[in-house]
């Protein structure tokens, strides 16, 4: 047999833009290095077949037997798909820092980790954009109708600008900055979340419409502040986003209130991120204020509170793709 073989991927944060981002608008999107999905294929004795062991769950299956939607199976089917193999001796261990349901991308980072580990006891490196379709897939049974947002920044493990159905385009960042995650212990249901402003739009198409301009417009915004080094001036923009998923329907009072604490300790701005009515808020924060801005979301109610730093990038970025 073999050796063991292992394989991570990461999770991600909406800086603005989601659910605008369904309906044609842009994205701005973050990976979050920090926080990983893992995976390690184990090769087993010839018959055993192929299994998953999720171990945070607890679950474990048999391929062979798994529903054709499980997403973990799936994961695994896909890969092995592409690669044209049979269904391997080989045990796929999971373990994930990520919430589950929190916005932060982790359905996206287990795919990507389970794709990366068949790819790798295959002896194969798979290129970002294979993973990224192949994750996508797996999104589209979980999420009903994702943006594919997540898949991609994921990925590809890069800031990126996301346009649904155009090449994403790498992020140009001239100054690094600080991040304050906050997990509101309640689940993001992101498909119901989604569902729920497809309905909106459908009764007030105008009204939506109007939302949707209001949310690109202020992404256009945060994307040259990062470009220019204005990194204070993303704190309005993210108060102002908020407020406008409020108006859409998607956030909640739990996360109203952590937003606001943040506020309050001295964040520069703070908004959910993901599919909301859940999950977990983000806040742009001075290095010196981090402390303190952590306390008072844990004083509001935070289940757990991560930092992540956004390294600045090169100036100029090819698309992806191209």
């Known amino acids: 047999m073999s050796a063991p073989v292992e394989a991570s991927a990461c999770g991600k944060v909406i800086l603005l833009g989601e659910h605008a981002v369904v309906y044609g608008r842009p994205a701005l ?29 607890p679950e474990t299956l048999r391929l062979s037997t798994a529903p054709p939607d499980h997403p973990l199976a799936l994961a695994v089917r896909l890969a092995l798909a592409h690669l044209g193999l049979p269904e391997p001796d080989l045990r796929l261990v999971l373990r994930s820092e990520l919430p589950i349901a929190g916005g932060l991308g982790s359905g996206a980072a287990v795919s990507a980790a389970l794709v990366r580990a068949v790819f790798g006891w295959a002896g194969v490196s798979p290129d970002p954009e294979v993973v990224s379709a192949l994750v996508y897939e797996v999104e589209k049974q979980h999420h009903g109708t994702p943006s594919g947002i997540d898949n991609t920044v994921i990925a590809y493990e890069r800031p990126i600008r996301f346009v649904r159905g155009q090449p994403p385009v790498f992020l140009s960042i001239m100054r690094p ?8 212990g309640i689940p993001s249901p992101t498909r119901e979340t989604v569902a729920a402003v497809r309905r909106g739009w459908e009764r007030e198409p105008d009204r939506y419409e109007r939302l949707f301009d209001a949310i690109a417009a202020l992404v256009k915004e945060a994307e040259a502040c990062l470009a220019t080094g204005r990194v204070e001036d993303l704190g309005p923009l993210l108060n102002a986003n908020h407020t406008l998923l409020q108006e859409l329907g998607v956030s909640s009072p739990i996360l109203d209130d952590l937003v606001q604490a943040a506020r309050e300790a001295g964040a520069l701005g703070a908004k959910l991120t993901g599919g909301g009515r859940g999950g977990n808020l983000i806040a742009l924060v001075r290095p010196e204020r981090a402390e303190s801005v952590a306390r008072a979301l844990q004083a509001a109610g935070a289940r757990a509170i991560y930092r992540t730093e956004v390294p600045a990038s090169s100036p100029v970025d090819p698309l992806l793709g191209s």
């Open 177 to 184: 900055f600080t991040l304050m995650i906050a997990d509101s």
């Open 29 to 57: 999107a973050l990976p979050v290095c920090g926080l990983r999905a893992r995976v390690r294929a184990e090769p087993l004795p010839e018959g055993s077949g192929c299994w998953i062991a999720a171990l945070d769950l």
